[in-house]
């Protein structure tokens, strides 16, 4: 794409944005302005699915392959079944990826095309939503990490790449947050308002309000948990499978149609997709179209290229396309993100040092955002949420870095790359302990405070009991019996109304947040065997017999010297018994036969 071309897009976008006020995407009909970002499209502006063919694309974080691929591959599906392709992208086009402004440049120039416009529909996603633009300093920056894309604007400062980024900042203010479909099915590019927001949503215009717009832009579904307690200290807080039900039933009041299966981005799989199996009444779909994965386990390419086909009244249907391994190598190649080949240890060595000056930059600009007294101050907290992410991204790039250098130094006299950037490991920890005391420790784990008390004594059959089990910072509770989840119990108590034989066993408790779990102690629960209605006097049982107690580790190992010992000590007792026995019997005998002199007259002998 040349500069002409370039310029072209962008005064293009930049004419449309002036001249209109959403730029007349599709499903904009359904809306009176570009401020209404919610959208509901009802039975009159449904889709005709005989004659139109609804094509859904998850994050692109600037894969440019994966991208017109997908494309590509959707509209010749159409073609061949004799329909209309629409594109539904779910956001975050930016970042992660190398090539973020070619992925713009191609999304917008379709925009561009009067033909095409109707035909397409982008839900903003955070790292859209995010990009941001500093007019006193003239920089680029982000509220989210990753962000490749603002990095690379304020790298390229030539005119038409800094008009680039602001025309994509005031377009994606005007993209709606989510679409609720007349058949039961609604996008976004996150989750949903969470349930402190429930009960002021009471109209179309409450469900446009802002916590609600951020919610859909930056909430988690947690794929196991039933309920998750609403954290607004930080923007991507979870959700639960009931918290999902529960807002379903809302918007279905509000909008009055039914709101059953939702289908969003945000969250990435190597696979390409993921079906949420725990939420099986109102159900979720996550999807990504990515053949270029760097920031998944087992990337930087993935094995599949998915989107999603719209199937009217049911989830829609993933199209997995294969992405042939060989030819993602050479890819990976020209991408230059990760090469497929080993890197010359001077290159390798060149790019640790880059690595660690650029972790060292972000730790330090982490600190001073860390810095702030006011964290009920919306923009304070929303500065330190940001300090966090680049604390975290900034301590990986710092280990892998090391990791190289460590690899390819060949010179023990040259610098290490850590000192040349400046870099101290004890600076990350007092960062660290820093954040975690600003967050009010809010990267610990759930601790238990009390722990659950088993019975005294053994329980009577069809009495009741109740476990019971207190922690701070806890969103979840699973009750176990014998390691086993005990259903629908999922509250900081258990309770059994009616104890049965089958009850008898180990009961616990796993506690949960987005930090982590931790297990309350095993408490036994056993059924006595007296029953209520019985008047037999149960029989003395012999008292049990004082077990012998173990012997001591030291003992046991010097048990042969200590035996020698004994049988040693034993005989010099002996001997020295023996001695006194004969010296006093000596005495006797002596004694005996002074006597008998005397008696016979005999002078004692004296020697003179």
Request: hydrophobic share 35%; glycine share 6%; charged share 30%.
């Amino acid at each position: 794409m040349n500069e002409q071309n370039v310029e072209e897009i962008v005064g293009g976008l930049e004419r449309l944005l002036k001249e209109k006020d959403h730029p007349g995407l599709l499903f904009d009909d359904c809306r009176a302005n570009s401020k209404q970002q919610v959208i509901q499209v009802d039975e009159e502006n449904a889709r005709d699915p005989k004659e139109e063919d609804v094509w859904f694309f998850g994050d692109i974080h600037g894969d440019l392959l994966g991208m017109k691929a997908a494309i590509k591959y959707a509209r010749e599906t159409s073609e061949q079944d004799g329909k209309e392709p629409l594109l539904v992208f779910l956001g975050d086009l930016t970042d992660r990826g190398p090539l973020d402004y070619l992925v713009l440049l191609e999304f917008y120039s379709m925009i561009l095309d009067e033909e095409q416009r109707n035909q397409i529909c982008v839900i903003a996603g955070n790292h859209d939503e995010c990009l941001k633009y500093n007019e006193e300093s003239g920089e680029f920056y982000a509220t989210v990490r990753p962000a490749e894309f603002s990095d690379w604007l304020n790298e390229h400062k030539e005119d038409v790449w800094q008009r680039l980024g602001k025309v994509t900042i005031k377009f994606f203010e005007r993209m709606p947050r989510a679409i609720f479909l007349p058949d039961g099915l609604f996008c976004a590019h996150a989750g949903v308002p969470h349930v402190d927001l429930h009960d002021g949503i009471d109209s179309l215009e409450k469900l446009n309000g802002k916590q609600c717009l951020e919610d859909f832009v930056w909430t988690r579904a947690h794929e196991r948990a039933p309920k998750k307690r609403p954290n607004r200290t930080t923007r991507g807080c979870s959700f639960g499978r009931k918290d999902f039900e529960a807002f379903c039933e809302v918007a279905a009041n509000v909008l009055g149609q039914p709101v059953e299966r939702m289908l969003r981005g945000h969250d990435h799989y190597l696979e390409g997709h993921k079906h949420y199996e725990k939420y099986d009444d109102k159900s979720i779909l996550t999807l990504n179209t990515r053949c270029w994965q760097p920031d998944i386990a087992g990337g930087p390419s993935a094995p599949y290229l998915c989107v999603a086909r719209w199937v009217q009244g049911a989830m829609p249907e993933v199209h997995r396309i294969k992405a042939p391994k060989d030819l993602m190598e050479k890819v990976a190649r020209n991408y230059g993100k990760d090469s497929a080949h080993e890197p010359t240890a001077e290159a390798a060595l060149a790019r640790a040092r880059e690595a660690l000056e650029a972790a060292a930059v972000a730790a330090r600009e982490a600190m001073e955002a860390a810095q702030v007294q006011d964290l009920a101050d919306e923009p304070a907290q929303e500065k330190l949420d940001t300090a966090i992410v680049a604390l975290k991204e900034a301590t990986e790039r710092l280990k892998k870095a090391a990791e190289q250098e460590e690899k390819y130094a060949a010179n023990p006299d040259q610098k290490t790359a850590a000192e040349e950037a400046g870099v101290d490991a004890r600076f990350f920890t007092i960062l660290r302990e820093t954040l975690v005391r600003l967050t009010k420790g809010e990267s610990k784990t759930p601790e238990i405070v009390t722990q659950p008390v088993q019975p005294e004594e053994p329980l009577m059959l069809d009495k009741s009991f109740t476990f019971n089990v207190t922690a701070d910072g806890a969103d979840t509770y699973q009750w176990k019996k014998d390691d086993e989840d005990i259903v629908d119990a999922n509250d900081s108590s258990y309770t059994i109304s009616s104890v049965a034989d089958s009850d008898v066993g180990s009961y616990s408790v796993v506690i949960g947040n987005d930090h982590g779990n931790v297990t309350s102690e095993l408490v036994e629960l056993n059924i006595s065997d007296t029953t209520t209605d019985t008047e037999d006097e149960p029989e003395d049982e012999p008292e049990d017999e004082p077990e012998d107690e173990p012997e001591s580790p030291w003992l046991q190992k010097n048990k042969p010297v200590l035996f020698i010992a004994s049988l040693i000590t034993i005989g010099i007792l002996s001997l020295v018994l023996m001695r006194s026995c004969n010296s006093e019997q000596s005495n006797l005998e002596g004694t005996g036969q002074d006597e008998n002199n005397a008696s016979q007259g005999t002078p004692k002998k004296t020697e003179g």
